[in-house]
């Protein structure tokens, strides 16, 4: 299987991506409500959406809880099988080590992202697992897929954090 990495201006991007992208900002807004990094991700199958997740890390104390792993959890019990092989994950920060190697081990043959990950990123910012020549499986990437506003909302929420950290910080008795 030839992989591909394409990066895509906004011109280029088709309505589907867009569509589904757009669902995976609204789960992203979710983690964000409960104070969590605000990721979303959808998979879809037959141009259905068959699983939604967002981040919960914090909320479910688990380093396990990120939005592509409880999607890709949630989609192998519509699917009936681990394999994954008909769907297109989309996601709106670059996934990390763990969640790359899940999407390689659920054989996902197409990943859409939203916004890059420099610090984390492990489909082609720090490493790519995605594409890895030794693996059985190699994932076509989309990315930059509506990348301002998922950048954006990333952004918006670390600022916010380090705001309210200034303030417990100033509320702070010595």
């Not at 949630?74 to 190697?101: F, H, N």
Request: with cysteine; aromatic share 4%; glycine share 6%.
């Amino acid at each position: 299987m030839q992989s591909t990495q394409e990066s895509v201006s906004e011109e280029q991007v088709n309505e589907t991506d867009l569509r589904y992208m757009r669902e995976a900002i609204r789960q992203a807004k979710k983690a964000a409500r409960i104070n969590e990094v605000p990721i979303g991700c959808v998979i879809v199958y037959e141009d259905k959406i068959i699983a939604r997740g967002y981040n919960r890390r914090n909320t479910d104390k688990s380093t396990l809880a990120h939005a592509e792993i409880a999607a890709i959890k949630k989609a192998s019990r519509v699917i009936g099988d681990w394999r994954l092989e008909g769907c297109t994950l989309y996601v709106t920060l670059e996934p990390c080590q763990m969640c790359s190697g899940a999407i390689v081990q659920a054989r996902i043959p197409r990943v859409v992202i939203g916004t890059m990950n420099a610090k984390a990123g492990c489909a082609g910012s720090v490493i790519n697992i995605l594409q890895m020549e030794g693996f059985n499986h190699r994932v076509d990437i989309t990315k930059g897929v509506l990348m301002e506003e998922c950048k954006n909302m990333m952004q918006e929420f670390f600022e916010k954090l380090r705001n309210e950290k200034k303030k417990m910080k100033g509320n702070e008795i010595v």
